[in-house]
């Protein structure tokens, strides 16, 4: 069974503390994401990964902090810096050009609540 | 500065006509279009895709137009069946990335 998994699925934290929320993936792909969703928004993208040892900020990175050392795992750490860290967190991952696709479709985890107190 | 836009936040449909949710973009780079589905407290499931080189991509009872003038596009579903009822994402995709829309909350009625 392949897939994405994101632990845990509901998180609460004290105002001020870090916390790192976990993804891993066996699906070999290279690529791996991390999205934030707010009610009545879409998906807005904090970090990304296309490959181990490299991964660049995306449109909302402020406050968040990544790791890529392993190809199975992408790690999301949720700074104290992080103004409204009450969020649901979404994982993805993808591999471009899998099956003859180059259309870049992007599998994503069942998401972590992460509520700050 | 919403690069990809679901104006309708929500759509409702009898069972067996057919659904049709809208989307409007304003970044002409995206090489690619996808559509999503997502359930509350779930991850978004991919629904279909479509090249920005391509009008028109079918799937069984999905499929999506490509307007590239009009920097718009379309994604119908027919018949709709209840368990369509979810909400839909428009996404724009280039380069790795992926831009969502903010969904559109589809409600198919027995």
């Known amino acids: 069974d392949g897939g994405i998994t994101q632990s845990p699925k509901y998180l609460f934290r004290k105002e001020g503390q870090n916390v790192t929320l976990s993804c891993e993936q066996n699906l070999n792909h290279d690529a791996m994401y991390w999205y934030r969703q707010d009610p009545g928004q879409g998906l807005r993208l904090i970090y990304y990964s296309q490959i181990v040892n490299d991964f660049q900020k995306g449109d909302i990175a402020e406050g968040y902090s990544v790791s890529r050392e392993k190809k199975e795992s992408f790690p999301l750490t949720v700074t104290s810096a992080q103004k409204n860290p009450t969020a649901f967190y979404l994982c993805?991952?993808?591999?471009?050009?899998?099956?003859?696709?180059?259309?870049?479709?992007?599998?994503f985890g069942p998401g972590t609540r992460l509520t700050v107190l | 500065d919403q690069q990809v836009k679901q104006n309708s936040p929500s759509l409702s449909v009898q069972e067996g006509r057919i659904s049709i949710l809208n989307c409007d973009y304003t970044?002409?780079?995206?090489?690619?279009f996808l559509w999503y589905k997502k359930y509350p407290a779930e991850g978004p499931t991919f629904l279909i895709s479509?090249?920005?080189?391509?009008d028109k991509n079918e799937d069984g009872r999905f499929t999506v137009f490509l307007n590239k003038s009009a920097k718009h596009l379309s994604l119908h579903i027919v018949p709709s069946q209840p368990g369509d009822s979810a909400v839909y994402f428009c996404v724009g995709g280039s380069n790795y990335k992926l831009t969502f829309g903010k969904g559109t909350l589809l409600t198919v009625n027995p």
């Open positions: 970044n002409s780079m995206f090489d690619y």
């Open positions: 993805a991952s993808s591999m471009p050009g899998t099956s003859g696709r180059y259309l870049d479709e992007q599998f």
């Open positions: 479509i090249s920005s080189i391509k």
